[in-house]
T-cell receptor
Framework: GAGVSQTPSNKVTEKGKYVELRCDPISGHTALYWYRQSLGQGPEFLIYFQGTGAADDSGLPNDRFFAVRPEGSVSTLKIQRTERGDSAVYLC?????????????FGPGTRLTVT | GENVEQHPSTLSVQEGDSAVIKCTYS??????FPWYKQELGKRPQLIID?????GEKKDQRIAVTLNKTAKHFSLHITETQPEDSAVYFCAVRPSGGYNKLIFGAGTRLAVHP
C-alpha cells in the first residue's frame, strides 16, 4: 500500500517568508508525528497528533512553528517568518491506532532551505 | 528530559565482519527502543525494535540487546554486506505517556568489500 507522502520534496524560501509543509499519512493511521533532521543529526521531535488534536507539541522550537490536522488525516506544518536556522529536512511519520503506537513509518521528508 | 547518546559516530568494517553500535539513555522508565536505518537521501526505516520487558531480540543477521540496569542497548549486525552501509539511528520512547521518539545522533556504517 501507499506509504507516508510529503510535499513538496524541496522548498527554497527567503528569510522572513511563510512556508507550509504537507504530510499525508498512511491511510487509517491515527497517530502522526513531525520531526526535524539537521545535517548529520538524528531526527528531532516537534509535535505529535492523535486524531485531530495535538497531544504533544513540546518539541516546537518557538511560536513561529504551528501544525494542524483538521480532519485527522493530512497534516500541515506551518513556519512563519522563516530564519536560516530553520533549514533542515522536515520528516513526517505515522503510526496505527494507540494500542499499536510503537512503529512509526516515516515519509521521504521535505528539504527546506532558507536563504 | 530523556537524553540519548550513540557511539561510535562512524564505523568502518570489512565485508563479513560484525558491527556493533551502542546507545545509552537517561530515563530508566523508557520502554521502547527502535533502531532505524537511513540510506543517503532516503527516509529512516525501522529495522528492529525491542521493548523493555525483553533482553534480546534477533532477526536474521540483526540483533538488539537491552540492559535496563545499565540503561544501554546495542545493535549487532553479523556477516555484514556492502548494502548494510548506511546511517543507523537508535531511538528511545521516554516515559510519560507520550509517543515521541528521542533519537541518537547516528552512526555512519561503511562496509568495504
Amino acid at each position: 500500500g501507499a506509504g507516508v507522502s510529503q510535499t513538496p520534496s524541496n522548498k527554497v524560501t527567503e528569510k522572513g517568508k511563510y512556508v507550509e509543509l504537507r504530510c499525508d499519512p498512511i491511510s487509517g493511521h491515527t497517530a502522526l508525528y513531525w520531526y526535524r533532521q539537521s545535517l548529520g543529526q538524528g531526527p528531532e521531535f516537534l509535535i505529535y497528533f492523535q486524531g485531530t488534536g495535538a497531544a504533544d507539541d513540546s518539541g516546537l522550537p518557538n511560536d513561529r512553528f504551528f501544525a494542524v490536522r483538521p480532519e485527522g488525516s493530512v497534516s500541515t506544518l506551518k513556519i512563519q517568518r522563516t530564519e536560516r536556522g530553520d533549514s533542515a529536512v522536515y520528516l513526517c511519520a505515522s503510526s496505527p491506532s494507540p494500542t499499536q503506537f510503537y512503529e512509526q513509518y516515516f515519509g521521504p521528508g521535505t528539504r527546506l532551505t532558507v536563504t | 528530559g530523556e537524553n540519548v547518546e550513540q557511539h561510535p559516530s562512524t564505523l568502518s568494517v570489512q565485508e563479513g565482519d560484525s558491527a556493533v553500535i551502542k546507545c545509552t539513555y537517561s530515563d530508566s522508565a523508557s520502554n521502547y527502543f527502535p533502531w532505524y536505518k537511513q540510506e543517503l537521501g532516503k527516509r529512516p526505516q525501522l529495522i528492529i525494535d525491542i521493548r523493555s520487558n525483553v533482553g534480546e531480540k534477533k532477526d536474521q543477521r540483526i540483533a538488539v540487546t537491552l540492559n535496563k540496569t545499565a540503561k544501554h542497548f546495542s545493535l549487532h549486525i553479523t556477516e555484514t554486506q556492502p548494502e548494510d552501509s548506511a546511517v543507523y539511528f537508535c531511538a528511545v520512547r521516554p516515559s510519560g505517556g507520550y509517543n515521541k521518539l528521542i533519537f541518537g545522533a547516528g552512526t555512519r556504517l561503511a562496509v568495504h568489500p
